[in-house]
């Protein structure tokens, strides 16, 4: 089978539609590999010219605006109960400890940590439900989620399509040697993120639990 023949008969709007769906569920707080699918697709751009990296990074844009904003109503809506109820639907995503890194996030950043979360895995399916949940302003949670939405798409997307137009020649010289290479940069990559992800969650819900166990002092007369 010709791959790169197949390739160049996928409709470039299937492409387009696939990656704003994809970050648009993730962003809504469903764990999805929204990161993963926008830098297939354009990496798949620099390859195929009938995939227009701007009209992608557009619509990743989109997808990432609409489905945090989906997210903060529906938090906004559901409050606390609507933790819970994540919790035991992805008990790996939205346990304690990882809630209790997000809200520390939101409680020292505000909107910056909306508009930064969105380049961060944990915070990236968190930032819209939970700033519902937190009742932040909906103008300031539109704001860093219209820049971040819109740095974190269009950045990515411009990056990973000027690597692969430098590296088409190479790659294609050496494909197997490049997908190797390829692939074991992203799972140490992946593994990186999981692995100071876990310590920052335990890290904070061990200061939870030192918080809740400082004695409390009553005065002089007790």
Not at 88 to 105: I, N, T
Not at 132 to 145: C, D, E, Q, R, S
Not at 146 to 165: I, Q
Request: glycine share 12%; net charge positive; with cysteine.
């Amino acid at each position: 089978m010709d791959v790169q023949g197949w390739l160049e008969t996928v409709p470039a709007v299937s492409i387009y539609l696939l990656v704003a769906i994809v970050i648009g569920v993730e962003s809504v707080g469903i764990p999805l590999p929204g990161e993963i699918v926008l830098v297939a697709a354009a990496l798949l751009a620099s390859q195929h010219g009938h995939i227009d990296p701007y009209v992608l990074a557009a619509c990743a844009s989109a997808g990432a605006v609409a489905g945090d904003s989906t997210g903060y109503v529906i938090g906004r809506r559901g409050g606390r109960p609507l933790l819970a109820w994540l919790a035991r639907k992805f008990p790996r995503h939205f346990g304690e400890s990882q809630v209790a890194v997000a809200e520390r996030s939101f409680e020292k950043w505000g909107m910056w940590a909306v508009f930064f979360g969105r380049f961060i895995a944990l915070l990236r399916i968190f930032a819209g439900p939970l700033a519902g949940v937190l009742k932040m302003p909906y103008w300031k949670f539109l704001i860093a989620n219209l820049l971040g939405g819109v740095v974190w798409a269009g950045g990515t997307t411009v990056v990973v399509y000027e690597v692969g137009k430098v590296a088409e020649d190479w790659l294609k010289r050496f494909s197997y040697a490049g997908l190797g290479v390829a692939v074991l940069i992203g799972l140490a990559s992946l593994l990186v993120v999981r692995r100071r992800t876990r310590k920052a969650a335990h890290k904070a819900a061990a200061e939870a639990a030192a918080e809740e166990t400082v004695p409390v002092s009553t005065g002089a007369g007790d």
